[in-house]
T-cell receptor, first 114, second 114 residues
Framework: AQKITQTQPGMFVQEKEAVTLDCTYD???????LFWYKQPSSGEMIFLIY??????QNATEGRYSLNFQKARKSANLVISASQLGDSAMYFC???????????FGKGTKLTVNP | EAQVTQNPRYLITVTGKKLTVTCSQN?????MSWYRQDPGLGLRQIYY???????DKGDVPEGYKVSRKEKRNFPLILESPSPNQTSLYFC?????????????FGPGTRLTVL
């Protein structure tokens, strides 16, 4: 079974609008971390945001926020006020049980239209 | 500047010709790992290292070797490359046990095996 599922292979959004990228995860470990990375066409992996399983509040980093719904095992990324430079692949990832190993989803390609 | 460096960034080689991709970090991180990225599969871990002289297999170790003789370096060795090892490779590093501490990724090495 996949540990990280990203069901949206591609998403389109108009510039200045908000967009939500979906991520669900599967783990029986009570201690885990959830990450989102951005990969532009140049190829590098850029860390965006982190949510720990024990964090009480949803994580936010500038225009990025993580909608963490623990009971549903979902960790959706919300990008507000989309910009053309947000066009990229976005990966959700998880580590669990104190391990440093990241398990990645297959990614969502976001295209921001002017 | 804190960073993970990889060399080469691009490499085209032929089947069976041994090659090494170097990885170096300047953050005194204990944990280092290699991932490969293939279209539609996300990133998958090849090998990881918890510290000097401590390496272990990830999810897709076949056809690869690693070594960790110094804390800062973690080379990936392909003794006899094959076309199915054509991929985008990332080295990553992090501190261990720091909870929300993120993994720092190198810029990636795009390998083509003919």
């Amino acid at each position: 079974a996949q540990k990280i599922t990203q069901t949206q292979p591609g998403m389109f959004v108009q510039e200045k609008e908000a967009v939500t990228l979906d991520c669900t995860y599967d783990t029986s470990d009570p201690s885990y971390g959830l990450f989102w990375y951005k990969q532009p066409s140049s190829g590098e992996m850029i860390f965006l945001i982190y949510q720990g399983s024990y964090d009480q509040q949803n994580a936010t980093e500038g225009r990025y926020s993580l909608n963490f719904q623990k009971a549903r095992k979902s960790a959706n990324l919300v990008i507000s006020a989309s910009q053309l430079g947000d066009s990229a692949m976005y990966f959700c990832a998880m580590n669990e049980g104190g391990s440093e190993k990241l398990v990645f989803g297959k990614g969502t390609k976001l295209t921001v239209n002017p | 500047e804190a960073q993970v460096t990889q060399n080469p960034r691009y490499l085209i080689t032929v089947t069976g010709k041994k090659l090494t991709v170097t990885c170096s970090q300047n953050m005194n991180h204990e944990y280092m790992s290699w991932y490969r990225q293939d279209p539609g599969l996300g990133l998958r871990q090849i090998y990881y290292s918890m510290n000097v002289e401590a390496t272990d297999k990830g999810d897709v170790p076949e056809g690869y070797k690693v070594s960790r003789k110094e804390k800062r370096n973690f080379p990936l060795i392909l003794e006899s490359p094959s076309p199915n090892q054509t991929s985008l490779y990332f080295c990553a590093s992090s501190l261990i046990g720091k909870g929300r501490d993120t993994q720092y990724f190198g810029p990636g090495t795009r390998l083509t095996v003919l």
